[in-house]
T-cell receptor, first 110, second 114 residues
Framework: GENVEQHPSTLSVQEGDSAVIKCTYS??????FPWYKQELGKRPQLIID?????GEKKDQRIAVTLNKTAKHFSLHITETQPEDSAVYFC?????????FGAGTRLTVKP | KAGVTQTPRYLIKTRGQQVTLSCSPI?????VSWYQQTPGQGLQFLFE???????NKGNFPGRFSGRQFSNSRSEMNVSTLELGDSALYLC?????????????FGPGTRLTVL
């Protein structure tokens, strides 16, 4: 059925390194792909999003790439900092709803 | 501008009861979406309301329902509560379609069903 798969489930990096989180989706009609950051005990916050007519989008240290043919999109965080530690969720807009990946717990070690 | 607010923040109910949760969107936002977040199932979309109409609905049983008022405030109702309904319920508001406008989440209502 329609789904969004996210990998890895946990990711630990050293401060200053890059982090990459990948998601795949099943519905070729999906046209909107947001990424959310959720710190412990807090609400999810949109950090970046991309639409299907764009292949890449960048906002300072964060970038998202989209490959519509392969139906996958990725979040790239460069020069990671301890405050980047959180759970990151990808999502894809399907025809009737929004589906989320299971989340990636990112830990940035100082 | 005030953010999205949800009431109550915490709720404890017993099986078989019903519950109503409330969400007040950011002023000027007309779209409200509801999500269920659990450790096992992650974030799952419940439904989206826009201008008092349910526009989209996730894969949840009919025990889950909602509505939106003319001031864009929204409520969701869960009837005949089950243990598995224990979760954090988040609402999010956006100007219009959340495919084209950023969604802002509320702090959530943590529901515990005993």
């Amino acid at each position: 059925g329609e789904n969004v798969e996210q990998h890895p489930s946990t990711l630990s990096v050293q401060e200053g390194d890059s982090a990459v989180i990948k998601c795949t989706y099943s519905d070729s009609a999906s046209n909107y792909f947001p990424w959310y950051k959720q710190e412990l005990g807090k609400r999810p916050q949109l950090i970046i999003d991309i639409r299907s007519n764009v292949g890449e989008k960048k906002d300072q240290r964060i970038a998202v790439t989209l490959n519509k043919t392969a139906k996958h999109f990725s979040l790239h965080i460069t020069e990671t900092q301890p405050e980047d530690s959180a759970v990151y969720f990808c999502a894809a807009r399907f025809i009737l709803d929004m589906r989320f990946g299971a989340g990636t717990r990112l830990t940035v070690k100082p | 501008k005030a953010g999205v607010t949800q009431t109550p923040r915490y709720l404890i109910k017993t099986r078989g009861q019903q519950v109503t949760l409330s969400c007040s969107p950011i002023s000027g936002h007309r779209s409200v979406s509801w999500y269920q977040q659990t450790p096992g199932q992650g974030l799952q979309f419940l439904f989206e309301y826009f201008s008092e109409t349910q526009r989209n609905k996730g894969n949840f049983p009919g025990r889950f329902s909602g509505r939106q008022f003319s001031n864009s405030r929204s409520e969701m109702n869960v009837s005949t509560l089950e243990l598995g309904d224990s979760a954090l319920y988040l609402c999010a508001s956006s100007l219009a379609d959340f495919s084209y406008n950023e969604q802002f989440f509320g702090p959530g209502t943590r529901l515990t069903v005993l």
